[in-house]
């Protein structure tokens, strides 16, 4: 699925003086570097569970709206992923901003949020019509359905612990290692196994 980053989070979840702090690195000289170092290991975090971590503005975009429409969950089922919802890639999902299309005569058309229902307590979040409704016709062409949403925990300070410590982590082998391979003079280097077990709670399942 077609991920667009609309608006950025506005800051890292693990700030420059907090990885300085786990660096105990007390000068100004590798600012910039560190700071580098934390973007990308909160971008490996991200990929890594499938989440968003400080809020960000994302847009999916879609060839058509998923079918078939039916609606209701099947008798004796308290949970379903409905063949006609739409999955939001990104968790934590706040809210969606909106559902646009192309009509059948190119014409770019908002869906009223009153026609589509939300749920975000699901991971990844489920969108479908409401009730009684369907998903409108769509124009047969490749990316004519946008779904515009944030994501995200938050501010930083929202962010899960688990995660810091290992985006903390992520920074310090970076800032220690910082080519492509380690040449060791003596004695062998092991991973700590726990290491990326922290963000085991947090990846999203997918079915």
């Not at 410590?165 to 380690?182: D, F, N, P």
């Amino acid at each position: 699925m077609p991920l667009q980053l609309v608006t950025p989070p506005a800051a890292e979840p693990v700030s420059l003086a907090e990885a300085k702090l786990h660096l105990r690195v007390d000068f100004p000289d590798e600012d910039a570097l560190i700071a580098s170092l934390i973007a990308a290991a909160r971008q490996a975090a991200e990929t890594i569970t499938g989440r968003q971590l400080v809020t960000a503005r994302w847009t999916l975009v879609l060839d058509s709206f998923p079918g078939p429409s039916l609606m209701g969950v099947p008798a004796g089922l308290p949970f379903s992923l409905p063949g006609h919802a739409i999955l939001l890639p990104k968790c934590p999902v706040q809210a969606v901003i909106a559902i646009e299309y192309l009509d059948m005569g190119g014409a770019v058309q908002t869906m009223p949020p009153a026609e589509y229902t939300v749920d975000a307590a699901c991971e990844p979040a489920r969108v479908t019509p409401v009730f009684g409704r369907i998903w409108p016709i769509a124009l047969p062409q490749i990316g004519a359905v946008t779904v515009t949403f944030d994501a995200g925990y938050g501010t930083a300070a929202s962010v899960p612990e688990g995660i810091k410590s290992w985006i903390k982590l992520r920074v310090g082998s970076l800032y220690a290692h910082r080519e492509e391979v380690a040449a060791v003079a003596r004695g062998r280097i092991e991973p700590l196994p726990f290491i990326d077990g922290l963000l085991d709670p947090y990846k999203v399942v997918t079915i």
